[in-house]
């Protein structure tokens, strides 16, 4: 839970990085009509986003180009509000459970015991459960993100974001990745709290999962890590191959930091260091501080 609390930190950088790449009109955050939706999360995380990218140039030169943007980048803080709610609830489910009596049986002070089933773990399972599936829904969005940046239809961009391509693979390949990295989460997304074993002659049925619950949560968390932080660095590259207009000043922050261990890629190299390197920025934790993001979950 702390590890994907701080992931969704960084994914509302993700979010802002995306918007310029993709030029997106910022109409679909506009205060008067995300609060009609009438969900605070969401209220909070346009808010956010707006604030991220209250100064960029690219954003400005955006607004009215078009219409409204593909859902990639319309339904942001609407999936990021849902996915920050079920984290803060998993969390106070998470830490009443810690604070539990939870043996069987229980001896009091008085000298009496009662059996019971205190150890029952069914709301770790169900938070857990459905909290892999907010993952994966966030999941799902970043690596719509990251199709739409590699697309030169979708981009208006190079293909695959190199400067030669067709000689050049550029980012195609850990388009590949995400993909794979998604239909993994997908997997995990299957309900542990959905199956049961009777055990013990029948005397300890029925079984509920809150190991397998918990463990699961836990490895689409890693993979939903890589994922972001192959989108965050591929949109890095799409802006950088832009050149039409100022970044907003938390995304140069951002933008720079990144730079001096992730560099642009002009023609194909070996791309794992790059992602690694981005992976470690991410676990620094030093891109939010350096971008005075604030604590929002």
């Not at 995306?18 to 995300?34: F, G, H, M, Q, W």
């Not at 994966?136 to 400067?163: H, T, W």
């Amino acid at each position: 839970v702390y590890d994907f609390i701080m992931a969704l930190r960084h994914s509302d950088i993700c979010a802002a990085l995306v918007c310029e790449a993709l030029r997106s009109t910022d109409k679909a955050y506009n205060p008067k009509l995300i609060e009609l939706k009438n969900h605070k999360d969401t209220t909070d995380s346009a808010e956010l986003l707006r604030w991220m990218l209250k100064d960029s140039e690219i954003m400005e030169k955006a607004r009215n180009e078009r219409v409204q943007d593909s859902m990639a980048t319309r339904i942001i803080p609407h999936v990021y509000g849902a996915a920050k709610r079920i984290t803060r609830q998993t969390y106070e489910v998470l830490m009443e459970e810690l604070q539990a009596v939870f043996d069987n049986p229980v001896f009091f002070g008085d000298g009496t015991a009662l059996m019971g089933s205190n150890w029952d773990a069914t709301s770790i399972a169900l938070y857990c459960d459905a909290l892999t599936i907010g993952v994966m829904n966030m999941a799902k969005l970043v690596e719509v993100q990251m199709e739409r940046l590699v697309d030169p239809n979708l981009s208006g961009l190079p293909a695959f974001l190199v400067e030669n391509p067709g000689l050049n693979n550029g980012f195609m390949i850990p388009q590949y990745v995400t993909a794979g990295l998604l239909a993994d989460i997908a997997l995990l997304s299957t309900p542990a709290a959905a199956f049961n074993a009777a055990v013990s002659a029948g005397q300890e049925s029925p079984i509920y999962r809150d190991d397998t619950a918990a463990r699961k949560l836990y490895t689409a968390v890693k993979k939903y890590r890589h994922i972001l932080a192959i989108t965050m660095m591929t949109a890095l590259q799409a802006i950088d191959m832009r050149h039409d207009g100022k970044m907003s000043s938390v995304t140069q922050a951002v933008h720079d930091k990144a730079r001096e261990t992730v560099s642009f890629m002009a023609n194909d190299d070996i791309m794992y260091e790059r992602i690694e390197a981005m992976e470690e920025l991410l676990e620094s934790n030093e891109l939010l501080t350096l971008a005075d993001i604030p604590f929002t979950i």
